[in-house]
Nanobody
Framework: QVQLVESGGKLVQAGDSLRLSCAVS????????MGWFRQAPGNGRHFVAA????????DYEDSVKGRFTIWRDNADNILFLDMNNLKPEDTAVYYC?????????????????WGRGTQVTVSS
């Protein structure tokens, strides 16, 4: 059974930093691409960052470039998202996702497995 469990979300102030983690287990192939998505109230699920299985191919949504860093510890099967200089518009539920496809995928439709999400709230 595939499980993706996010953690690390909390209430922070604008300008703060935060690290999200996603513990992964049960994937049929460890060489999976993974990504972070977020969903604000009333909005759809949007791409934030993605990494291929090696961590060498990475992509970011424009508004987080230079502030967020996606990285992975493949030995321990954990995906991370380091978020710096957080802004109120970053407030959302953050989801990690995994796909058996190749490359850093940016569309939610490309992902096969999802976590339940972790809430990040940034106050102004």
């Amino acid at each position: 059974q595939v499980q993706l469990v996010e953690s690390g979300g909390k209430l922070v102030q604008a300008g703060d930093s935060l690290r999200l983690s996603c513990a992964v287990s049960g994937l049929p192939d460890r060489r999976t691409a993974m990504g972070w998505f977020r969903q604000a109230p009333g909005n759809g699920r949007h791409f934030v960052a993605a990494s291929d299985w090696s961590g060498l191919t990475i992509d970011y949504e424009d508004s987080v470039k230079g502030r967020f860093t996606i990285w992975r510890d493949n030995a321990d099967n954990i995906l991370f998202l380091d978020m710096n200089n957080l802004k109120p518009e970053d407030t959302a539920v953050y989801y990690c996702a995994a796909t058996t496809g190749l490359g850093a995928r940016t569309s939610p439709a490309d992902y096969d497995y999802w976590g339940r999400g972790t809430q990040v709230t940034v106050s102004s």
